[in-house]
Every structure is written in structure tokens, then in C-alpha cells.
């Protein structure tokens, strides 16, 4: 069975810096889009990275690039953001989302993507 397991949210200070991690289980194969989404209050979930585990594509939403950085180690089978220069707006519900690649090579950042998620990690930035 596919499963991912997050850690890492918390409360910050705006500028602060965050890692979140998510574990994957379950997941057969090497062509698989693993990729971080938020979700605030009152607001529709957004993908914020994606990264293709089988290559060194990786995808950053306008609004974290330059600040955030996803990565993969293989050997663990988890996915990382690690998150620097937080800001309030950053304040969200944050989940990892994991799915299979069917053709090219870039992993997509919608929603409707996405099969399988995390149980989610509240981060909260304070200013």
C-alpha cells in the first residue's frame, strides 16, 4: 500500500527557516512525481515544488522560488523542503503528494495530478 508520512511543520519567526519531510512507502518503480502543496485558510491548495525522483527536474511556484529547495534522498525513500526567508503569507497546512509519471520527465504541480497524499503539516510564520 502507498503511503506517505510528513514531519518537520512548526512555528516560526518571519525569516526563519523550516524543514519539512516526507516519507514514502509503498511505491513501486523509479518513475514517480513527488511534490510539496500548501493550503491555507479560506484558500484552494497550491503546489509550491515538485521534483521527478528519477531525475533532477524540479518545480518551484513563483511564490517560493529563491526561498525554498526540495530535494530527494533515494536511500530513505523521503522527500525534503526545506524552507528559508519564511513569511507570514507562508503560514498553511502542508502536504506531500506522490504519483507515477506517465511520459516526459517533468512532474506536473495540479491537484488533479496527485493520487496519493500526506496526512499534512501545519507550518505557521509569525511576524
Known amino acids: 500500500q502507498e503511503q506517505l508520512v510528513e514531519s518537520g511543520g512548526g512555528s516560526v519567526q518571519a525569516g526563519g527557516s523550516l524543514r519539512l519531510s516526507c516519507t514514502a512507502s509503498?511505491?513501486?518503480?523509479?518513475?514517480?512525481?513527488m511534490a510539496w502543496f500548501r493550503q491555507a485558510p479560506g484558500k484552494e491548495r497550491e503546489g509550491v515544488a515538485t521534483?521527478?525522483?528519477?531525475?533532477?527536474?524540479?518545480y518551484y511556484s513563483d511564490s517560493v522560488k529563491g526561498r525554498f529547495t526540495v530535494s530527494y534522498d533515494n536511500a530513505k525513500n523521503t522527500l525534503y523542503l526545506q524552507m528559508s526567508g519564511l513569511k507570514p503569507d507562508d503560514t498553511a497546512t502542508y502536504y506531500c503528494?506522490?504519483?507515477?509519471?506517465?511520459?516526459?520527465?517533468?512532474?506536473?504541480?495540479?491537484?488533479?495530478?496527485?493520487?496519493?497524499w500526506g496526512q499534512g503539516t501545519q507550518v505557521t510564520v509569525s511576524s
Open positions: 503528494a506522490a504519483d507515477r509519471l506517465y511520459g516526459g520527465t517533468r512532474c506536473p504541480s495540479k491537484v488533479v495530478a496527485y493520487l496519493n
Open positions: 521534483l521527478y525522483t528519477s531525475g533532477d527536474n524540479t
Open positions: 509503498g511505491f513501486t518503480g523509479n518513475n514517480i512525481c
